[in-house]
Structure formats: structure tokens, C-alpha cells
T-cell receptor, first 112, second 114 residues
Framework: GQSLEQPSEVTAVEGAIVQINCTYQ??????LSWYQQHDGGAPTFLSY????GLEETGRFSSFLSRSDSYGYLLLQELQMKDSASYFC?????????????FGKGTTLSVSS | DTAVSQTPKYLVTQMGNDKSIKCEQN?????MYWYKQDSKKFLKIMFS???????INETVPNRFSPKSPDKAHLNLHINSLELGDSAVYFC?????????????FGPGTRLTVT
């Protein structure tokens, strides 16, 4: 089967850097996605890594190591508004089509 | 201007009732989905629908049925509601193979079954 593991909670202070790790198990692999979800809100797409290495988008970066079945989301210059849940996700290979399987999410709390 | 919209936002109903949730996307996407998010925030695919092809997660009870009148709409009908159906239901859409990583979610419908 497919599964993703990520820490349940991470805390940090404003201005700091935080890394949210994700390890995955899957028989086939297309790439690793990251989504952000604020309390009461909808998941929103942040980034995607299909190849090894770092992808940078503003304050957020995402890294993938296919050989280690591991990726992380790096958030820099943390702001209070970054307090949210972050989910890693892979393509669901148990079905045809393009559904996603999500990790259980990491709740990030940013304090002042 | 809303890309993916759902109605209603909140739905409170009693066990045994039948209810529907509507979803519309104005992004021109070719695939739509329904996900269920439980109280522990675990997001799980229920259905995906592409070009009249319905793909059903085998764990979803047959009390749940998606209906798509056209490419921009995917509604969710739930019969004989149970307490365990209480959750937030998200509609999402995507285009082409990008759906395998980039999906656009609606605001969610919080269903409470009493």
C-alpha cells in the first residue's frame, strides 16, 4: 500500500525557520506535493517535487530525495499567518485517475 | 470569481435522512473529486470523476453517490445518514495530469449528523 508519515505538530517563533518532514512508502512514485490548510479553510496547493532537489517559491521551499523516499517543506521568516496544517501528498496508485493520498498533516504553531 | 464553490457550507441533519452537497468549478478543469476530512483532519479521497468516468474508492459506502450533470458540476448525494458521516466534505478539481499533484479545493461543507 501507500503511506506517508509526517510529524503531528511543530512549534516555532516568528522570524524563525522550520522544516516539516515527510517520508513515504509507495510502490510507484510520481512526485511529492505539499498543501497548506488554515483552520476552517480549504487545502491549498503549495509546491510539488517530481525530481530530487530543492524547489523554492518565496519563503517556502520543498525538497525531495527519491532514493530516501523523503521530502520536506522548509518555511523561512515565519509569520503568524503561517500557523496552519501542512500536508504532504502523493498520487494514489490504487486507482486509475489522479486522486491524492495525503499524510495526516503537521500542525504548525507560530508564536510571537 | 470563486474557483471551486460548494453549497451548503454547513449542514446539520438527523440520522436516517438523505442530503445533497453541490459543487461547481469555473476553472474549466476536466476532473473533479470528493474528499472527506474527519475530526483528526485526515483527508481521504472518496470519488474522482473525469469525462464521465467515475472512479470510486472501494471503502466508500454505497450510500454515497456522486452525480455530475456536466463537466463543471459534481454533486454528492448521501442516503440514510449515519453518525459516522459527520465530517467536512471537500470538492476539488484539477486539469489533466496536473491533477496528480495540483488540485483546487472548495471551501468545504461541514456535515453534522445528530
Amino acid at each position: 500500500g501507500q503511506s506517508l508519515e509526517q510529524p503531528s505538530e511543530v512549534t516555532a517563533v516568528e522570524g524563525a525557520i522550520v522544516q516539516i518532514n515527510c517520508t513515504y512508502q509507495t510502490s510507484g512514485f510520481y512526485g511529492l506535493s505539499w498543501y497548506q490548510q488554515h483552520d476552517g479553510g480549504a487545502p491549498t496547493f503549495l509546491s510539488y517535487n517530481a525530481l530530487d532537489g530543492l524547489e523554492e517559491t518565496g519563503r517556502f521551499s520543498s525538497f525531495l530525495s527519491r532514493s530516501d523516499s523523503y521530502g520536506y517543506l522548509l518555511l523561512q521568516e515565519l509569520q503568524m499567518k503561517d500557523s496552519a496544517s501542512y500536508f504532504c501528498a502523493v498520487r494514489d496508485l490504487n486507482q486509475a485517475g489522479t486522486a491524492l493520498i495525503f499524510g495526516k498533516g503537521t500542525t504548525l504553531s507560530v508564536s510571537s | 470569481d470563486t474557483a471551486v464553490s460548494q453549497t451548503p457550507k454547513y449542514l446539520v441533519t438527523q440520522m436516517g435522512n438523505d442530503k445533497s452537497i453541490k459543487c461547481e468549478q469555473n476553472l474549466g478543469h476536466d476532473t473533479m473529486y470528493w474528499y472527506k476530512q474527519d475530526s483528526k483532519k485526515f483527508l481521504k479521497i472518496m470519488f474522482s470523476y473525469n469525462n464521465k468516468e467515475l472512479i470510486i474508492n472501494e471503502t466508500v459506502p454505497n450510500r454515497f453517490s456522486p452525480k455530475s450533470p456536466d463537466k463543471a458540476h459534481l454533486n454528492l448525494h448521501i442516503n440514510s445518514l449515519e453518525l459516522g458521516d459527520s465530517a467536512v466534505y471537500f470538492c476539488a478539481s484539477s486539469q489533466g495530469d496536473r491533477g496528480g499533484y495540483e488540485q483546487y479545493f472548495g471551501p468545504g461543507t461541514r456535515l453534522t449528523v445528530t
